[in-house]
């Protein structure tokens, strides 16, 4: 019989071993915040660049770009990265950084609750139970599959598998396969398997419900000498990714402010489809019918051809259902399937995580942000959830440029919070609730005129009340300035409800000033 174990305190619990719990882990510790515990579901760091190993899998923010600031890799192969190069990336700055020893792996959190009388949260995981001061959230907005609630799905007699927990065990070598949905991930695996399965006599259908536009990807390979120069000429590949940046925060305004300057990268997209796409009717069938940038805007070059290739049939008639062995359309034709790839995206606005976080007043995050959509205070702190802290949180993510620049700057602010925390011996804060909604007002404010919201599409960036609470509505480099510092005065100190605990600065580490 298991017997009781007590739970390991810890100053921090970190949830993931992505991009935004590692860079937690490394920004701590080089603070001096060495007492803290990074939990992760799967066997290594990398989350989504873990996870995603689909056929095609890579970066489409430049991989100058998709690095760590204090991390720079000057063997990046080519402009954009495949998956591998920046899972094997990431692996290497997490050996290198000393931080390994205190990730736990293959372990899930089962549930986090506030304790007020102790002042920390009571993590409960299937490997043991912890004791944390603070609990930091990096669990990732695009982790969770969203599997389409198609009729018959369930009964399909074939393989399924969802994009980002690809199979490779499923040998794919002259099989009919569906493609469902034609999103960021997608327009990846599409090209690859047209191409395997050309070569082995498969079939491909690919069925769209809604065309994105999908601009030219400007792709090319680093050569020995550009490499040598990134690593051994001073300044000169930070000083390549500050004009990467510069290019990429430029086109904000196209998405904030002026949507009508989308019909550039309209007019970009169309060329792309007559390159790719001689047939009219397919021309047709991929061309958007709304502002470019209301969903997101995906690149590829192979993405048309593929679509235009003898094996391939994209199919716009809706799905009406799945049966055992294929697909019928509305229409009423039926398609034999022996693999369905389902590329339908991920839970966003309503994270999984949150079912699992108790707060102060008892209610679920969840539960809390089911009343009216997520809300957080700067997208990482949460009124009634003290010391709690979420990367990648409400109005964080882009549709234009790297969520690493979003990442290292929350964590400068969380790391910032454990400090003052500490300096100040307060157990717990929490955003004042007027503060946060003040906050929330403002970023909804500017969603009006966004693309997001008079783009004329559905997208995933609304939630079901219409809020767009899931893109930061700016530059990334405004959202910086907001979170430069951990502004206490937003913040409530939470009692607990042994006083003593409140007041006593925690004993284990020295006292670190700002
Ligand atoms: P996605 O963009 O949400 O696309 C899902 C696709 O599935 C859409 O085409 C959607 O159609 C379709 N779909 C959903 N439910 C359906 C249903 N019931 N029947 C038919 N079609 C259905 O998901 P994703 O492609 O996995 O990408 C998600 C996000 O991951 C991206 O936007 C991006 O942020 C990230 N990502 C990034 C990269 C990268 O290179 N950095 C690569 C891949 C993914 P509708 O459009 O009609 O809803």
């Excluded at 000057?74 to 094997?88: F, L, T």
């Excluded at 802290?389 to 109005?395: D, E, K, R, S």
């Excluded at 964590?411 to 929490?430: F, I, N, P």
Aim: some cysteine; hydrophobic content about 40%.
């Amino acid at each position: 019989m298991a017997t009781q174990t007590p739970p390991r305190e810890v100053d921090h619990l970190i949830v993931g071993a992505g991009f935004a719990g590692l860079c937690t882990a490394i920004k701590l510790d080089e603070a001096g915040e060495r007492d803290f515990v990074v939990i992760e579901k799967d066997t290594d760091v990398g989350g989504t660049w873990h996870v995603n190993t689909y056929p095609g899998a890579a970066c489409d923010v430049p991989s100058q770009l998709y690095s760590f600031s204090f991390a720079l890799n000057p063997d990046w192969s080519a402009a954009y990265s495949p998956q591998p190069e920046i899972q094997a990336y990431i692996r290497s700055v997490a050996e290198r950084s000393g931080v390994l020893d205190r990730f736990r792996f293959s372990t899930t959190v089962l549930d986090a609750r506030w304790d007020a009388a102790t002042g920390c949260w009571q993590v409960r995981t299937d490997d043991g139970d912890y004791a944390a001061r603070t609990l930091i959230s990096g669990s990732g907005g695009l982790s969770e599959p969203r599997l389409p609630d198609i009729p018959g799905i369930g009964d399909f007699a074939g393989e399924v598998f969802h994009s980002a927990r690809w199979d490779h065990d499923v040998d794919l070598d002259g099989k009919r396969v569906a493609v469902i949905g034609t999103g960021a991930s997608a327009v990846q695996i599409v090209p690859e398997l047209q191409r395997r399965l050309a070569a082995t006599g498969g079939r491909l259908d690919v069925y769209q419900r809604t065309p994105n536009w999908v601009i030219p990807r400007n792709e090319r390979r680093y050569t020995r000498v550009e490499k040598a120069a990134f690593r051994h000429v001073p300044g000169l590949q930070r000083a390549l990714r500050a004009g990467v940046y510069a290019g990429l925060e430029a086109r904000v305004p196209a998405f904030v402010r002026f949507p009508q300057l989308q019909a550039a990268t309209e007019a970009a997209a169309k060329l792309n489809i007559r390159r790719g796409i001689a047939d009219p009717a397919l021309r047709e069938k991929v061309t958007p019918d709304y502002r470019a940038g209301c969903k997101r805007i995906l690149i590829s070059n192979a993405y048309y051809p593929a679509l235009a290739a003898d094996n391939v049939e994209l199919v716009t008639d809706p799905i009406a259902e799945i049966t055992p062995t294929g697909i019928v359309a509305a229409d009423g034709t039926s398609r034999e399937v022996d693999v369905l790839v389902v590329a339908t995206g991920f839970h966003v606005t309503d994270q999984p995580i949150a079912e699992h976080i108790t707060g102060r007043e008892g209610r679920t995050l969840a539960d809390v942000w089911g009343d009216a959509g997520m809300r957080a205070y700067k997208g990482t702190t949460v009124h009634g959830f003290p010391n709690l802290f979420q990367l990648v949180g409400p109005n964080t993510a882009l549709g234009h440029s790297s969520m690493i620049f979003i990442i290292e700057s929350q964590v400068r602010y969380v790391v910032d919070a454990a400090r003052t925390l500490r300096r100040r011996g307060q157990v717990a804060v929490e955003p004042k609730r007027a503060t946060q909604d003040a906050w929330c007002a403002r970023v909804q404010d500017r969603m009006d005129g966004t693309v997001w919201t008079t783009g004329g599409c559905a997208s995933w960036y609304l939630d079901r009340f219409g809020n767009n609470t899931t893109l930061w509505p700016g530059q990334t480099f405004t959202f910086r300035r907001h979170l430069a510092r951990f502004d206490e005065g937003a913040y409530d100190v939470v009692a607990t409800t042994d006083p003593t605990e409140s007041i006593e600065p925690h004993p284990t580490k020295e006292t670190v000033t700002a």
